[in-house]
């Protein structure tokens, strides 16, 4: 139903409120993270002049489009900043205070903030301690609304909620301000650096003077599109004259015999004038269109250059909203942990920046919930109890820059590593024990393995450092993690600073091109074809004294065969390739080389599609597929260890589940899930139902409540467990439960996952069950 005019203008409404409150938090969180509580007081006194006006100025937004809950929060804040500035002092209580009522701020225009959370911040920031005179009482009260200037004590406030009607008494009518609007902050003709305007990923401010040189290209653009039509005219010209001297010439032979040697001689010499004029024509042409193709060029470059700087934004763009998620998730997990950010003011292209954010945020929230230790655990470690995270943006002398994530926690346990690889059915437990520490690294960036094995809101999937890899090698970066037991971790991005093109092989799969990334090619090399035909069979191929599994790269990517040459080639064209810690051989039709591409993204549905990484245009205007070499060696180390796909797909049909919870709807919903995916499904009302039909049926995986009627999760899981028949057999534990305790009782009695129920979603747990299965 389309929405009615006063509904348009209230979303716009709305839309620009929300732009112009995250530029407020955004320069909040600046001054509360750079706040020095040991500065003077003529630098203090500034600083809390900024916040107030600030906080005051987000009030005032807020109040304009009838977001009460936040006008609250900002009166409650702007009452605290004027005693602090009246006062002249800060203490960490209160600018903590400060920090929590703008992260809670984030969490209302997000949508995702609890009720008892509001309440909480709202009650902190009416009675939180200060050094100095404090403020007056909270909503409503006389005190407050007659204060005068100077800092008077508090008095006990009855809510911790700030009524808006309330709020407008509070505030003298010299201090209202009329709050600015986003569209005025993105029109505004600064002489600025470009930057973006965090009220849309798709709005950027630009200065004018870069508008203007953008202009001054584009004109220079007309030259060539004004000359185009001149240039249709010369090669037309051309044509004709061509034309007229191949029918001249083609008359001229057909009468050829009966004329006199002078008349031959004369003939000869007209088409030696017409072919002339055409060479002349064609020479001149190609001048212009010289000069053209110059202009072109260096007009396109201009172009190119300029939209890149235009797109380059200083990495705090990406980084400033960290600091507000570490403390949340500090306060999560009830760890201390303190964020350093350094290299924030370096550039890098916005398309660099939406491709690595997200690995970036989940980097740092495995941090927090892997890395770091509790507060009591390191204190017996002898460290601080406050842990550290670190993030630098450091540019290199190659045009490249690196970001670096750092903890000072308990480093990457390999044996845990090794433990989860077995437990997600990654590796065999004979082959964890055969691997170096570098390859047991490289495990972590496996789809599935996680050290975590509960499954919450903050980690746990085993799928996110596989998806940061793909990302980051998608733009032609590199990702590294280097660790020491007990000090910590740190992982190294390597990035590009800007993208436009794409290096790679360019390399025949059938009768398709494909672009073969370059960096994870070893070596080009060729096999005769009859070892090739052998080594396929087999699924392996004997190269460097290593038996590594070969592919035909159009079988694994479903490109239509080549057509057979007329005579049997002698040997076959192949490259050897690495992805994380898979090496593979792959068969090809042909091997043009290296070759750069313009890249085009892919857009849904086409997100994710196997094999491929992403699209581009080669300088002949075709268009190729890029490869993605971890999917392509997935499918030919299966084809080497399976025998057979059918066999393999037969085993996934046969697959069988068993559901244990004490609601039906909770069993009726997973039921529908897991048969929609394929799997053979039971249920069970509880723990004693489902024991009976473990030791009668068989079963590939059981998916169980903990809170249950006579047997729990626990229990069952106990009685599995001591069975030397199912002692095996993977268990997913899915709870509202989520205490330490609990969440430690359910890994104890042999768990494989402790999901909870606040944190997975439907795909989620598919997910998990397909890891275990």
């Known amino acids: 139903m389309p929405l009615s005019r006063a509904q348009e203008m209230q979303e716009r409404l709305l839309a620009t409120f929300r732009g112009e409150a995250n530029d407020h938090l955004a320069m909040l969180g600046r001054e509360l993270d750079g706040f020095d509580l040991s500065a003077s007081e003529a630098e203090l006194g500034e600083r809390l002049e900024v916040l107030f006006r600030t906080m005051h100025t987000l009030k005032g937004a807020s109040r304009s489009v009838g977001h009460s809950d936040i006008e609250s929060i900002c009166h409650l804040s702007e ?4 005693d602090m500035r009246d006062a002249m002092t800060a203490t960490p209580e209160t600018i903590r ?26 009650a902190q920031l009416q009675h939180v301690p200060q050094t100095a005179p404090q403020r007056a009482g909270a909503k409503g009260s006389a005190p407050l609304a007659a204060r005068s200037r100077r800092a008077r004590p508090r008095t006990a406030a009855p809510t ?36 973006p305007n965090p009220a849309g990923s798709d709005v ?15 004109d220079e653009l007309l030259i060539p599109k004004l000359a185009a039509a001149d240039r249709v005219r010369m090669a037309r010209g051309l044509r004709d004259a061509l034309d007229e001297a191949c029918t001249f010439l083609r008359t001229s032979r057909s009468r050829s015999g009966a004329g006199t040697e002078a008349e031959t001689r004369a003939t000869a010499a007209a088409i030696y004038d017409r072919l002339r004029s055409a060479e002349v ?52 997990t009830g760890k201390n942990v303190a964020l350093q950010l350094s290299g924030t003011d370096v550039e890098i292209d916005r398309k660099i920046i939406d491709v690595i954010k997200d690995p970036l945020i989940h980097m740092v ?80 960036f496996r789809s599935g393995v996680s050290t975590s094995p509960v499954i919450s809101n903050i980690s746990g999937n085993g799928v996110g450092l596989a998806i940061v890899r793909e990302r980051v090698e998608r733009i032609e970066g590199r990702l590294s993690i280097s660790t020491k037991p007990g000090e910590g971790s740190t992982i190294t991005l390597d990035l590009p600073t800007s993208v436009a093109t794409y290096r790679g092989f360019l390399v025949g799969a059938g009768t398709e091109k ?28 004997a190269f460097a004294e290593q038996a590594l599994p070969i592919g035909r790269l159009s079988d694994i990517m479903g490109f239509e065969a080549a057509a057979a040459p007329p005579k049997r080639r002698r040997n076959l064209p192949a490259i050897v390739v690495r992805g994380g810690d898979r090496r593979g051989i792959l068969l090809l039709e042909e091997i043009w080389g290296e070759s750069e591409i313009v890249l085009k993204e892919l857009r849904a549905p086409l997100k994710r599609i196997r094999n491929v990484m992403t699209a581009g245009l080669l300088g002949t205007g075709e268009l190729v597929l890029v490869a993605r070499p971890s999917d392509v060696l997935a499918s030919i180390h299966i084809r080497a260890c399976e025998p057979s796909s059918e066999t393999a797909r037969s085993a996934v049909r046969a697959q069988r589940i068993l559901i244990v919870d004490d609601s039906i709807t909770t069993r009726t919903m997973e039921r529908n899930m897991f048969e929609s995916a394929g799997y053979q499904v039971k249920a069970a009302a509880d723990g004693v139902e489902a024991l009976s039909l473990l030791q009668s049926e068989e079963f590939d995986l059981v998916v169980s409540d903990v809170d249950m009627p006579r047997m729990d999760g626990f229990e069952l899981t106990q009685h599995v467990r001591a069975n030397a028949k199912l002692a095996q057999l993977p268990i997913v534990l899915v709870t ?38």
């Open 514 to 541: 494909l672009l073969w990334p370059f960096d994870t090619i070893e070596r080009a090399i060729s096999i005769p074809h009859d070892e090739a035909v052998a080594g396929l069979a087999r699924g392996s191929f």
């Open 160 to 195: 911790a909620r700030v009524e808006p009607a309330e709020a407008e008494k509070v505030v003298a009518p010299a201090e209202t301000a009329a709050p600015s609007t986003a569209s005025e902050t993105t029109l505004k003709s600064e002489r600025t650096t470009a930057r």
């Open 365 to 444: 929230r495995n941090a927090v919930d892997h890395g770091i230790e509790s507060p009591q655990d390191r204190l017996q470690a002898g460290k601080p109890a406050e842990a550290k995270i670190s993030i630098a943006v450091v540019p290199t002398a190659d045009g490249r820059v690196t970001i670096s994530i750092s903890d000072d926690g308990r480093g990457l346990d390999t044996d845990n590593l090794k433990h989860a690889a077995v437990r997600a059915r990654a590796i065999s437990a004979e082959h964890a024990e055969t691997l170096h520490e570098d390859d047991i690294i490289e495990l972590a």
């Open 736 to 773: 509202a439960l989520e205490s330490r305790q609990d969440k430690e009782r359910g890994i104890r009695v042999g768990a494989n996952a402790y999901v909870q129920k606040s944190g997975f979603s439907q795909s989620n747990l598919m997910e998990i069950v397909r890891r275990l299965t």
């Open 79 to 82: 009452a605290l900043l004027r």
């Open 204 to 218: 950027i401010r630009v200065e004018i003077d870069r508008l203007d040189r953008f202009s001054i290209l584009a």
């Open 281 to 332: 024509a064609s020479r001149k042409m190609l001048e212009t269109l010289r000069n053209d193709h110059r202009i072109i060029r260096t007009t396109v470059d201009g172009l190119l250059d300029e939209m890149r700087r235009i797109r380059m934004v200083p990495a705090n763009h990406m980084l400033e909203a960290f600091p507000r998620m570490v403390r949340g998730l500090a306060r999560d």
């Open 97 to 122: 205070a400060l920090r929590d009522a703008c992260d809670a701020i984030a969490g209302l225009l997000g949508g995702g903030l609890p009720p008892e959370r509001l309440e909480d911040v709202c």
